[in-house]
């Protein structure tokens, strides 16, 4: 694999739903609580600017979570003195954690040589030092594909220098998963008839992505954990409690996850999307039990997730029609629910920052 792999010309965001079959509760208006499905469109309130609560199942569309003033081929300068020396260390090195992607490659690209985890060149440069990945690879950025070939290869560059480079299942991997494999297969949503395509382009699927997707970036994708455990870190992707569904054990959700995927029955894989799309369930009050009930079941003694972006998570959303140019002002992760849970998703769709962090926080 060549390095700027899956990097090519400008691509042109999914404009329409037209040629597509969309589900029948799409069109259905009316509060958020009445739904808890991805595909939810736009009630009074938001169309009002109200605050909404948002409930734990809730899965925002494109319209909920914009692309802020963000062209498809942004390029990122970074600038040389400010990136950080190689890492090198004896034994385990520093663990690092990156949360979600969506396709901005660039970024990311910025932000792996800003910690000093690539060089230049984009060839990995830390040694034996530990990346994680918790998810979200695809989907509303304008390269994932090349976000997938950069990890996959960083994996195997990191192994060779003794460090390693791993990911998570997010909950858009298994859509983009249930898109190829399935189509327009009707699934039962809960809310009426669903279609993985329909549910894939409300929530920023890439016409690009889908036309370079080949058999190893599908067999990557289903083999990914969806959690671990590492240095007192429970990592996983989604801030929901539904991991519990599958598993008391790390081994045993891993194992679940994947026997699903290889069993490769539509109504089975939608299930275990909509539950891995739950969210905000670490937030308000009961958050910190919530946190507590993972870690006492999979270990750890702090858990940190992507997947509900910071600004929503602080109520700090930006404007959809672009007023707040800037974007959400996103500084590092979000630590809450008595200190017991980190934030990783700094709203990068939304103009926020793609977030990689060294671990443990010195909070």
Not at 85 to 101: I, K, N, S, Y
Not at 123 to 151: C, E, H, M, Q, Y
Not at 334 to 346: Q, T
Request: charged share 20%; aromatic share 8%; hydrophobic share 40%.
């Amino acid at each position: 694999m060549t390095q700027g792999a899956g990097q090519g010309p400008e691509v042109e965001r999914t404009a329409t739903l037209r040629d597509f079959r969309v589900p029948a509760y799409v069109h259905e208006t009316g509060p958020y609580v009445h739904s808890m499905h991805p595909g939810d469109v736009a009630g009074p309130a938001e169309e009002t600017g109200a605050p909404v609560d948002y409930p734990e199942g809730y899965t925002p569309t494109q319209r909920d979570l914009p692309v802020i003033n963000r062209g498809d081929t942004v390029q990122v300068a970074v600038d040389p003195a400010s990136v950080a020396e190689p890492l090198t260390a004896a034994g385990p090195g520093p663990l690092f954690v990156v949360g979600d992607v969506h396709g901005y490659l660039d970024e990311l690209v910025a932000a792996l040589q800003e910690k000093g985890l690539i060089d230049s060149a984009g060839n990995w440069s830390a040694g034996t030092a530990r990346l994680w990945f918790l998810g979200d690879f695809t989907d509303r950025g304008p390269d994932g594909i090349g976000v997938i070939d950069l990890v996959m290869r960083l994996s195997a560059e990191a192994a060779a220098a003794g460090g390693y480079c791993k990911a998570l299942m997010g909950n858009h991997e298994l859509l983009l998963l249930g898109a190829k494999r399935f189509g327009d297969t009707p699934v039962n949503s809960g809310a009426g008839t669903a279609t993985f395509q329909a549910a894939w382009l409300l929530n920023g699927g890439q016409k690009t992505d889908m036309d370079r997707l080949q058999d190893h970036h599908l067999q990557w994708m289903a083999r990914l954990d969806a959690m671990e455990e590492v240095d007192g870190h429970l990592l996983v992707h989604s801030d929901t409690t539904a991991y519990l569904d599958y598993g008391d054990s790390i081994e045993a959700v891993n194992d679940t996850v994947r026997e699903t995927l290889t069993r490769n029955d539509a109504d089975e894989v939608w299930d275990l999307f909509r539950k891995f799309t739950k969210r905000f369930s670490f937030r308000d009050e009961g958050g910190a039990d919530h946190v507590r009930s993972l870690l006492d079941t999979y270990g750890g003694t702090r858990i940190v997730h992507g997947h509900s972006p910071i600004p929503y998570l602080l109520g700090e959303v930006g404007s959809e029609e672009g007023e707040d140019e800037t974007g959400p002002l996103v500084e590092g992760p979000h630590v809450y629910a008595d200190g017991l849970a980190i934030a990783m998703d700094g709203g990068v769709t939304m103009a926020g920052k793609l977030l990689v962090q060294q671990l443990p926080l010195d909070i």
